[in-house]
């Protein structure tokens, strides 16, 4: 996480902007990861756990900026107008950790992706990157969903397993410091 300690003459740095898209469990499937995590509180003191209200699982990741970037905000937005795939549904099965080893992200991941899900991720890639984010999308896709950051090698118990159907993707900025995401367009899937 960055700090907010500002430049050389002490004037505050903005917080970071961070633009992607993203798939988002239902009010009932938040509920069921919710409890899952409040199940592994106990075995996990260190975690700082994240908010049920931002549970997503990334599609792409635009790239982060100083300040809103309405360029971006707007070539998103064209990339995923018209754009929907089929409807799938995705079933996250174990704990996974993830990112940097000292603080890792304890996520909820699938073992396999729906061939629908690949192709509409890859879909989505391809308009994005004739968007002008080539340097930004990712070349590969692992559905997970971060429930905390935890300790160096966290526990990884079994749990059971947590269906989601996603109706739809949504453009997300999140703002450093700010508890809550702004959305900046929702399209439905399964309607092409």
Known sequence: ????????FGDPLPPL????????????????VAGMAD???????????????????TLHYLGESSGPREDWMARAREAAEGFNGEAFHLQLDHLLPLGNPRRPALTLAASSSPAELIGFWRGLQERLIRAGFKDHVGRSFMPHLTLGYSEPQPETPAVAPIDLAPTGFVLVQSIEGRADYSFLGHWRLGTG
Do not use: C, I, K
């Not at 996480?1 to 050389?8: E, I, R, T, V």
């Not at 633009?19 to 988002?24: D, E, G, K, Q």
């Not at 199940?39 to 699982?57: D, G």
């Open 1 to 8: 996480m960055a700090s907010n300690q500002g430049d050389l």
């Open 17 to 32: 902007h961070r633009l992607f898209f993203a798939l988002l469990p239902s009010a009932s499937e938040r509920a069921q």
């Open 39 to 57: 199940a592994l509180r106990a075995s996990h003191p260190h975690t700082r756990w994240v908010n049920p209200e931002r549970y997503h699982l």
